[in-house]
């Protein structure tokens, strides 16, 4: 995982001005009503040489777009979609939207939520 990437990924979500208030980093507290959490993990090491060290690092970055209602958690999820999906980061690598998973509603929260979870991998160069 690279900070740069990170930092890209974060700052390309709140360019959208309609989203701009309303993405985090990982777990969110005191929720709008619709907002995006991003969760940037440490990503794995590939090698594409036999003997060699690991010499490419894929971070996959983890979307959760939340609403209170299914229509909104899919506005918000279609732009972050939009935003990210064949995105290159200048010096780090390019975002791919390999995943995307159906709506689903948290009944557990209070009021209930809506979510959708959609992957980008990010591919460094």
Do not use: C
């Not at 974060?10 to 989203?19: E, I, N, P, V």
């Amino acid at each position: 995982m690279s900070a740069a990437g990170d930092a890209a990924v974060l700052a390309r979500l709140r360019s959208d001005s309609q989203l701009a208030n309303a993405i985090y980093e990982g777990t969110v507290t005191n929720p709008p009503a619709r907002y995006a959490s991003v969760f940037a993990p440490l990503g794995a090491d590939t090698s594409d040489r036999l003997g060699g060290p690991s010499n490419v690092n894929d971070t996959t970055y983890t979307i959760h777009s939340v609403a209170t209602t299914v229509e909104q958690a899919k506005w918000v999820g279609r732009r972050v979609v939009g935003l990210l999906t064949d995105y290159v980061i200048p010096g780090v690598g390019r975002l791919t939207h390999p995943v995307s998973l159906p709506p689903r509603l948290d009944k557990e929260a209070n009021p209930p939520l809506w979510y959708l979870v959609d992957q980008f991998d990010l591919t460094h160069s």
